[in-house]
Each structure stands twice: as structure tokens, then as C-alpha cells.
């Protein structure tokens, strides 16, 4: 079972709205949690790093919140962009290893 | 910076013959990482190198894959001899520091890999 888990697995959103991806994990302890956007045909490219005291953490209209207790995370995109459309994966950090979610697909139409 | 460098970005090749993927990590990153993306399994970490030294290649399938760093600004993942199954999406990553704070790891555009 994979230690990382993201849903919805995939979504479509009209653009101007906001929408919420959400990560759950079980690796503990941790060192850090990542979100990484990652285009159709490009490598990944980190939005937030958070360690395990922090509760929340911003990049331009990207917000990503954790809850060390409960194991989870989420990214906020708020006022989505056509350029949002894209696969948003979630890593957890322990040690030198980084465990992958699956990823959630976001598309954004016009 | 141009960050980290791929190359070929793109690869057909047939079974069984070798294929060698090659990555420049960023200028001064200490860490160097290689991994594979699928859509069944996502991304997984092939092998990583601290300071040009292999400190785990536990994440490679077996012995068909073999990777190298002979400096700290070049580093070679080879397949030899290929297989169908091996098709996939291959990133080399680096970072500055591994420590617990985590900097970021920064990722290449990947070499696309298909073999036929």
C-alpha cells in the first residue's frame, strides 16, 4: 500500500474557480511535506515545502495547509488559471527518501 | 542557472540494445538523483549519489541498470540490454542538502524512453 495517498485522482475546473487536492500519509516520523506541479511532458517543479510544525505554507495562489495530527495535507489553488492544468503530486520526506503520491490531475477549461 | 540537464530527451530504441542517459545536475548541488516515472507505479528512486558517491542504488530493478557519477557536474544512468518494460519517463534530480530541513530537489525535464 503506498505510504501516499492523493485524491480526487483527477478533476476539471472551470477557470476563475478554486479547488482543493487533498494528501494522505503514513509515513512518521517526517522530515518535510512537498507539493510539486508537474506539466504534461516536463519534469516536476516544487511549489511548497513544509516541515511537520508547520500548519500552512503560500505560493502565489497556491496554498498548501498540513495537519501533522490527522496525516494530512491539502493545496488550495485559488482563481485557477488555464496554466494550473496539470499533474499536482504530493512527497513526504524521511530521511534521505521521498515517498510519491500518485498524483491529481487538474484540468482547468475555459 | 539552467538548471537540471537532460539528455536525450527523447529515445526509441530496440530491445536489447543499450541506452545511456545523461544528466548535468545544477552547478554546486552535492545530491544527484536519478528516478523513473510510470503510469502504473509513479515515481521511484532509481539511485541517488552524494558528493559523485553511490549511497543507495536500491531502487534499481536489477542488473541491467547500472549508474555513474565520475565528477560532480555529469552523471550516466545505462540499460544494457533494454526491454519493452523498461519504457519510461527517467529524471535526474539534485539538490544542495539533504539534511532535515529539506531544500528543494530540483528535476530535469526527464529522457523519454521507449523501447520497441
Known amino acids: 500500500k503506498n505510504q501516499v495517498e492523493q485524491s480526487p485522482q483527477s478533476l476539471i475546473i472551470l477557470e476563475g474557480k478554486n479547488c482543493t487536492l487533498q494528501c494522505n500519509y503514513t509515513v512518521s516520523p517526517f522530515s518535510n511535506l512537498r507539493w510539486y506541479k508537474q506539466d504534461t511532458g516536463r519534469g516536476p517543479v516544487s511549489l511548497t515545502i513544509?516541515?511537520?510544525?508547520?500548519n500552512t505554507k503560500s505560493n502565489g495562489r497556491y496554498t498548501a495547509t498540513l495537519d501533522a495530527d490527522t496525516k494530512q495535507s491539502s493545496l488550495h489553488i485559488t482563481a485557477s488559471q488555464l496554466s494550473d492544468s496539470a499533474s499536482y503530486i504530493c512527497v513526504v520526506k524521511k530521511d534521505y527518501k521521498l515517498s510519491f503520491g500518485a498524483g491529481t490531475t487538474v484540468t482547468v477549461r475555459a | 542557472d539552467a538548471g537540471v540537464i537532460q539528455s536525450p530527451r527523447h529515445e526509441v530504441t530496440e530491445m536489447g540494445q543499450e541506452v545511456t542517459l545523461r544528466c548535468k545536475p545544477i552547478?554546486?548541488?552535492?545530491?544527484l538523483f536519478w528516478y523513473r516515472q510510470t503510469m502504473m507505479r509513479g515515481l521511484e528512486l532509481l539511485i541517488y549519489f552524494n558528493n559523485n558517491v553511490p549511497i543507495d542504488d536500491s531502487g534499481m530493478p536489477e542488473d541491467r541498470f547500472s549508474a555513474k557519477m565520475p565528477n560532480a557536474s555529469f552523471s550516466t544512468l545505462k540499460i544494457q540490454p533494454s526491454e519493452p518494460r523498461d519504457s519510461a519517463v527517467y529524471f535526474c534530480?539534485?539538490?544542495?542538502?539533504?539534511?532535515?530541513?529539506?531544500?528543494?530537489?530540483?528535476f530535469g525535464e526527464g529522457s523519454w524512453l521507449t523501447v520497441v
Open positions: 513544509m516541515t511537520f510544525s508547520e
Open positions: 534530480a539534485s539538490s544542495s542538502n539533504q539534511g532535515a530541513g529539506g531544500n528543494t530537489i530540483y
Open positions: 552547478s554546486g548541488h552535492d545530491y
